[in-house]
């Protein structure tokens, strides 16, 4: 069955770190675009970083950049999200997706992502 699994989200201080994994089965990862959205209760989903598959091109949204970083292990077919120096604006549902070969950001979105995962839970909280 082909699927996206995140984990790795929880509880963290303000200022702490955290790192997302999504694991990928019955499909190769590494063939697509990946990318991480987020939904907190009452807005709406947004993307937070991409990186392309064969360019490695990276992508962040302001809010983000400079604080995660988005790195893929094609080997392991997987791909994280390191959170350092989190805020309290960050905390969401995070979701991995994975879709094209480029990042092309349409809105507040990562355009084209075939494949998605349930989410994983992030809370920031002193």
């Known amino acids: 069955q082909v699927q996206l699994v995140e984990s790795g989200g929880g509880l963290v201080q303000p200022w702490g770190s955290l790192r997302l994994s999504c694991a990928a089965s019955e499909f190769t990862l590494g063939y697509y675009a990946v990318a991480w959205f987020r939904q907190a209760p009452g807005k709406e989903r947004e993307g937070v970083s991409c990186i392309g598959s064969h360019d490695g091109k990276t992508d962040y949204i302001d809010s983000v950049r400079g604080r995660f970083t988005i790195p893929r292990d094609n080997a392991k077919n997987m791909m994280y999200l390191q959170m350092n120096n989190l805020k309290p604006e960050d905390p969401a549902v995070y979701y991995c997706?994975?879709?094209?070969?480029?990042?092309?950001?349409?809105?507040?979105?990562?355009?084209?992502?075939?494949?998605w995962g349930k989410g994983t839970l992030v809370t920031v909280s002193s």
């Open positions: 997706a994975a879709g094209g070969v480029v990042c092309v950001m349409k809105g507040a979105n990562y355009n084209g992502m075939e494949h």
